[in-house]
């Protein structure tokens, strides 16, 4: 199983700065990974697939990059509706896995 | 537009049974594997299980193989997940969500429920 760690744990940003959220993988993931927004009481919502392409639409500020073990999600600045949690999510191996999440949070 | 609708869940007891469905409509179900993804209090999210279009393939994570049993119905555009032997830690929000591919059960999840609320507790 591959297991997925995010970094940080909880990340506090100013609106209309940047952040960088990272997520790296036990053993290779190619690029068959997946990023995912969850805010209170809602149900996760897919931002990025394929490590880099974005979802349907899903605004420009939010870019991913990387392969392998090591995957960055980058919000260019951040909204109000930005704060909430982040999940990576890896498909390129049985089972599919999940990081524990990083809670993006108003400085 | 897509719409996931996940019911039945409750408080059970330690031990006893619980079958989840979700109801999908918006895209042609039998097109697409599904999936059973959880978030239990405090933590993240797990994927529980994933069954191919046809039901020719499923896959269960190894907390949950041997106990549950996902299932599909693509006349009523229906997915199911029968728990058995219920446990504490098997409470969570259940989300019943869409796969990308067919028959291949690696996947991301386009499409997301809003969850069913399973308590195992006595």
């Known amino acids: 199983e591959i297991v997925m760690t995010q970094s940080p744990a909880t990340l506090s940003v100013s609106p209309g700065e940047g952040a960088a959220l990272s997520c790296r993988a036990s053993q290779s993931a190619g690029s068959n990974l ?38 960055t999600l980058t919000i260019s600045i951040l909204q109000s509706e930005d704060f909430a949690v982040y999940y990576c999510q890896q498909y390129d191996n049985w089972p599919i896995t999940f990081g524990q999440g990083t809670r993006l949070e108003i400085k | 537009e897509v719409q996931l609708v996940e019911s039945g869940g409750g408080l059970v007891q330690p031990g006893r049974s619980l079958r989840l469905s979700c109801a999908a409509s918006g895209f042609t179900f039998d097109d697409y594997a599904m999936h059973w993804v959880r978030h239990a ?23 949950v193989k041997g106990r549950f049993t996902i299932s599909r119905d693509n006349a009523k555009n229906s997915l199911f997940l029968q728990m058995n032997s219920l446990r504490a830690e098997d409470t969570a929000l259940y989300y019943c969500t869409k796969g990308i591919r067919a028959v291949a059960l690696d996947s991301y999840f386009d499409y997301w429920g809003q969850g069913t609320l399973v308590t195992v507790s006595s």
């Open chain 2, 41 to 63: 209090p405090g933590k993240g999210l797990e994927w529980v299980s994933g069954i191919s279009w046809n039901s020719g393939s499923t896959g269960y994570a190894d907390s």
């Open chain 1, 34 to 71: 997946a990023w995912y927004q969850q805010k209170p009481g809602q149900a996760p919502r897919l931002l990025i697939y394929g490590a880099s392409i974005r979802a349907t639409g899903i605004p420009a500020r939010f870019s991913g990059s990387g392969s392998g073990t090591e995957f």
